[in-house]
T-cell receptor
Framework: DQQVKQNSPSLSVQEGRISILNCDYT??????FLWYKKYPAEGPTFLIS?????DKNEDGRFTVFLNKSAKHLSLHIVPSQPGDSAVYFC?????????????FGKGTKLSVIP | NAGVTQTPKFRILKIGQSMTLQCTQD?????MYWYRQDPGMGLKLIYY???????DKGEVPNGYNVSRSTTEDFPLRLELAAPSQTSVYFC??????????????FGPGTRLTVT
């Protein structure tokens, strides 16, 4: 029973264009969402997050959009750069659980083509 | 400031052997977590700790044990290793006391193969 779903295993984008990574969730108790970036043989690194009280959060080239009614969030990267090539994980948390544990999707491998 | 460190980086175990994966953080974080990542899958929570002396099970705790005697260290013990435990293991930590800060900091991982 996957509570966080990333339905696209991979995505290829030309350098300079926009990358859009999608994530859906089923647990309505989730109220905080994060995106992590992972390079091979390294641990995930935090990229950007959004609380359920917001519908958009922006940090430089990265913007996360949240549509609570659709239980959907997306990560936009503009412009995409070759160094953005990595696996991106969507994660969600239920603040009421107290443990701040994260539930992860399976990841989307982004390839930015020079 | 080294962040979250994990040892060893790689290990091959025979079925039935046991081992301890080490995790240390120097950020004075109260919360610590152990995840495993199987090929093509997301990270799944094994165990977590909200402070020294307090641990609890995550989604996939069977076959593992943890202890938390200090704030810095959170070792993961595998008893009677099985091929199903072949995976990459990540340790993470989080600072408590910061409202709306869910960010976890991850170590580089331990790649474990059980044959």
């Amino acid at each position: 029973d996957q509570q966080v779903k990333q339905n696209s295993p991979s995505l290829s984008v030309q350098e300079g264009r926009i990358s859009i990574l999608n994530c859906d969730y089923t647990n309505s108790m989730f109220d905080y969402f994060l995106w992590y970036k992972k390079y091979p043989a390294e641990g995930p690194t935090f990229l950007i997050s959004i609380s359920s009280i917001k519908d958009k959060n922006e940090d430089g080239r990265f913007t996360v959009f949240l549509n609570k009614s659709a239980k959907h969030l997306s990560l936009h990267i503009v412009p995409s750069q070759p160094g953005d090539s990595a696996v991106y994980f969507c994660a969600a948390s239920d603040s009421g659980a107290g443990s701040y544990q994260l539930t992860f999707g399976k990841g989307t491998k982004l390839s930015v083509i020079p | 400031n080294a962040g979250v460190t994990q040892t060893p980086k790689f290990r091959i175990l025979k079925i039935g052997q046991s081992m301890t994966l080490q995790c240390t953080q120097d950020m004075n974080h109260n919360y610590m977590y152990w995840y495993r990542q199987d090929p093509g899958m997301g990270l799944k929570l094994i165990y977590y700790s909200v402070g020294a002396g307090i641990t609890d099970k995550g989604e996939v705790p069977n076959g593992y044990n943890v202890s938390r005697s200090t704030t810095e260290d959170f070792p993961l013990r595998l008893e009677l290793a099985a091929p199903s435990q072949t995976s990459v293991y990540f340790c993470a930590s989080r600072l408590s006391g910061q409202p709306q800060s869910y960010e976890q900091y991850f170590g580089p991982g331990t790649r474990l193969t059980v044959t």
